[in-house]
């Protein structure tokens, strides 16, 4: 069956866009840029001024991907209200030459069970061009329509990366001090050199740089978002800089589900608990907002991650879906 289009004409600027038979995968094909459009408005995402709460510090995104920029994913999350009265009507990620690099078509149904946008996932996406990129985000409000554009600078878009100013502060400093947030895939650390020199200090024979990676048992994940999830680690404490110290859970975008900090020697090397951090001790003793602890009913997959001071952060994806 051939796709259905609608033509919508806004002032002079002409897009089609794919009919919802293909459901949240549509892809918006711009015939020219979305937020050059001047009947509707538009905003430009920088601060807290905005209207409906689209501001900076409300985007989280995440990058990863086989090869550096040429073949990434880059998952985002808007903490943006989605409802039948207002909700995320198209998104589309372009650069800054306007080529379409992705979209998504959503309708009010498409909200996480906690009444937030969806995650917005785009897949294969080549960033190596361009100066600046695209997410441009079109809201629906009844008859009204709101544009809002946010701004990524190529030197934002950096693989693997955690933002450590959405961490909270003693996370972010015991990073920040060893190896500034940046994490690798079981790939990307093969590739370096250190491996051998790694399973050296250890005394473990090489390679053993899967012993890095956390292995995930996943226990139960209830309805309610409640879960019980360890981790095995195989690692040895080697030394005060070289064990693993962090343990933490996060949705698509690196936001925080669990955490778990070790001490050197603490007895607790092999079989790591996660806990939810919705509980109000966890919330108090990380200093992370309720309101942005996401639900893991909600997450396509999961992201994993061990990190020791020495080597640095390693992480693996938990498909849920």
């Known amino acids: 069956m051939r796709p259905s289009f609608q033509k919508i004409v806004l002032s002079r600027r002409t897009f089609t866009t794919f009919g919802p038979m293909l459901g949240v995968s549509n892809y918006l094909s711009l015939i020219d840029d979305l937020f050059a459009n001047t009947q509707c408005t538009k905003i430009d995402i920088k601060n807290d001024d905005s209207p409906i709460g689209i501001f900076d510090e409300s985007i989280y995104y995440w990058i990863d991907g086989m090869q550096p920029k040429?073949?990434?994913?880059?998952?985002?999350?808007?903490?943006l209200k989605h409802t039948k009265e207002e909700y995320?009507?198209?998104?589309?990620f372009t650069t800054s030459e306007k080529k379409t690099l992705g979209a998504r078509y959503y309708d009010p149904e498409a909200a996480n069970s906690n009444g937030f946008?969806?995650?917005i996932i785009f897949n294969r996406v080549d960033l190596r061009n361009s100066r600046r990129y695209f997410l441009i985000v079109q809201v629906k409000a009844g008859e009204n329509i709101t544009i809002y554009r946010y701004t990524l600078d190529s030197e934002k878009l950096v693989q693997s990366k955690l933002n450590l100013d959405k961490l909270p502060e003693e996370m972010a400093s015991d990073f920040k001090s060893k190896h500034d947030g940046q994490s690798y895939s079981s790939y990307h650390f093969q590739v370096r050199a250190l491996r051998e020199q790694v399973c050296?200090?250890?005394?473990?024979?090489?390679?053993?740089?899967?012993?890095?990676?956390?292995?995930p048992q996943i226990k139960s994940i209830s309805e309610n978002s409640t879960f019980n999830i360890e981790v095995?680690?195989?690692y040895p404490d080697v030394s005060s800089d070289n064990y693993m110290r962090y343990f933490f859970l996060t949705d698509p975008t690196g936001r925080l589900l669990a955490i778990h900090k070790r001490s050197f020697k603490d007895n607790k090397a092999g079989l790591i608990p996660l806990v939810k951090l919705a509980n109000s001790f966890?919330?108090?003793?990380?200093g992370v907002?309720?309101?942005?602890?996401?639900?893991i009913n909600d997450c396509p997959y999961l992201l994993l991650f061990a990190e020791n001071p020495s080597y640095g952060i390693f992480y693996s994806h938990i498909w849920l879906r």
């Open 289 to 295: 907002k309720p309101e942005l602890v996401p639900r």
């Open 117 to 119: 946008g969806p995650y």
């Open 88 to 92: 995320i009507e198209r998104v589309v």
């Open 200 to 215: 050296n200090e250890a005394g473990l024979a090489f390679p053993c740089f899967n012993s890095l990676f956390p292995s």
């Open 232 to 234: 095995i680690n195989r």
């Open 282 to 286: 966890w919330q108090s003793r990380w």
């Open 70 to 79: 040429l073949s990434s994913n880059i998952a985002f999350y808007l903490h």
